[in-house]
């Protein structure tokens, strides 16, 4: 959007991992997301562990559907959109991503769950289609979801399934 920022070095400098609320290896986790109100809802069971805002697509529109993460990264630099029509974003150490996909939205794609610091508009469309979270509620996010953070880098395999998100609604026009 034409301006830079400053990374703060919290985020790129924390490495440690500690569990959080829940059990971290559950299997009955679900997170799901209401595009209308724009809130996530994360639940283990009939339980609900979290609740709290998020920023979805504006730029570009945020799948609908059932999805699973695929794989977690502590930090990864996101570049996109079009220098043109004045979208583009290059921004580097985005935290506690976890990207996700199901049969008609493939991995190649590029969505995922992320903190942003770059706004701190949460409850508003603000992304290029992910899911936008403030740096704290996604550390708790990304350290409560499947599959458990085994270092920088977390893979969701047969062993170690990733927890599914269910996306619905319609964002609100911005």
């Known amino acids: 959007m034409g301006r830079k920022i400053t990374i703060p070095q919290e985020i790129a400098l924390d490495t440690e991992s500690k569990a959080v609320l829940g059990d971290t290896s559950s ?34 529109r945020t799948p609908t559907g059932d999805f699973n993460i695929w794989i977690k990264l502590r930090a990864t630099r996101m570049t996109g959109g079009n220098k ?54 996604s550390r708790l996010l990304y350290e409560w979801a499947n599959p458990p953070s085994t270092g920088y880098t977390t893979y969701a395999d047969s062993q170690n399934p990733g927890t599914p998100i269910t996306i619905y609604g319609q964002a609100p026009p911005s």
């Not at 997170?31 to 730029?59: H, N």
């Not at 990207?99 to 603000?126: C, E, L, T, V």
Request: proline share 6%; aromatic share 18%.
């Open 27 to 60: 299997s009955n986790k679900h997170i799901y997301i209401d595009l209308t109100s724009q809130k996530l809802y994360a639940r283990e069971g009939d339980r609900m562990v979290y609740e709290f805002p998020i920023s979805s697509g504006k730029w570009a």
């Open 84 to 137: 043109a029509i004045g979208t583009f974003y290059d921004l580097p150490n985005v935290p506690y991503t976890m990207f996700f996909y199901n049969q008609d939205i493939p991995k190649s794609r590029g969505y995922g769950m992320h903190g942003a610091y770059w706004h701190n508009n949460f409850g508003h469309p603000m992304s290029h289609g992910c899911i936008n979270i403030s740096i704290d509620n």
